[in-house]
T-cell receptor, first 113, second 113 residues
């Protein structure tokens, strides 16, 4: 158990819909990272937050957005869903400066029908 | 684009044998990490090796890093059926301050009992 929690575990929805994925980092970790894992693209970095502020953006679509709240949990919002958005979405957390290891949550499997 | 490329894509061995997986990357790095993923589940951090290190051990795992060749290898000794999983290398590019990881496509290891 990495200490990172994600909910829900599974999500099935229809095209055009909007969903919210939730992540709680390890206790004390300020950084949260979101990654998408799909069969064709592999594991791709989406976005990072540090102590409530966006720090880095990767291959995140404009239809996707995220935020980190004062209690450090983070949410990834996916809207106008398309079939191709079906994937595993992971969040990871990292401790403070000097700690390089990212600890991953169990993921949310999103299926868009 | 994927920074790391694992080789081979798939590896099948017998229990008790050693398994070696390789990873190549393209840009200078701060560190390189190896993760394990059981089918469709979360990523488990295995080991981190920094750019100024050449070899590191953790239990049955041995990681080497050759920054001149931009490559790393992961050796699992005395493999067990429970080692069956996908193994990913991930790099944290030098010069970045956000520690975002770039993953390879992974090696699928099957250990037959």
């Amino acid at each position: 158990d990495s200490g990172v929690t994600q909910t829900p575990k599974h999500l099935i929805t229809a095209t055009g819909q909007r969903v919210t994925l939730r992540c709680s980092p390890r206790s004390g970790d300020l950084s949260v990272y979101w990654y998408q894992q799909s069969l064709d693209q592999g594991l791709q970095f989406l976005i990072q937050y540090y102590n409530g502020e966006e720090r880095a953006k990767g291959n995140i679509l404009e239809r996707f957005s995220a935020q980190q709240f004062p209690d450090l949990h983070s949410e990834l919002n996916l809207s106008s869903l398309e079939l191709g958005d079906s994937a595993l979405y992971f969040c990871a957390s990292r401790g403070g400066p000097g700690t390089d290891t990212q600890y991953f949550g169990p993921g949310t499997r999103l299926t868009v029908l | 684009s994927q920074q790391g490329e694992e080789d081979p894509q798939a590896l099948s061995i017998q229990e008790g044998e050693n398994a070696t997986m390789n990873c190549s990357y393209k840009t200078s790095i701060n560190n390189l990490q190896w993760y394990r993923q059981n089918s469709g589940r979360g990523l488990v951090h295995l080991i981190l090796i920094r750019s100024n290190e050449r070899e590191k051990h953790s239990g049955r795992l041995r990681v080497t890093l050759d920054t001149s060749k931009k490559s790393s290898s992961l050796l699992i000794t005395a493999s067990r059926a429970a080692d069956t999983a996908s193994y990913f290398c991930a790099t944290d590019a030098r010069g970045g301050s956000n520690y975002k990881l770039t993953f390879g496509k992974g090696t699928l290891l099957t250990v037959n009992p």
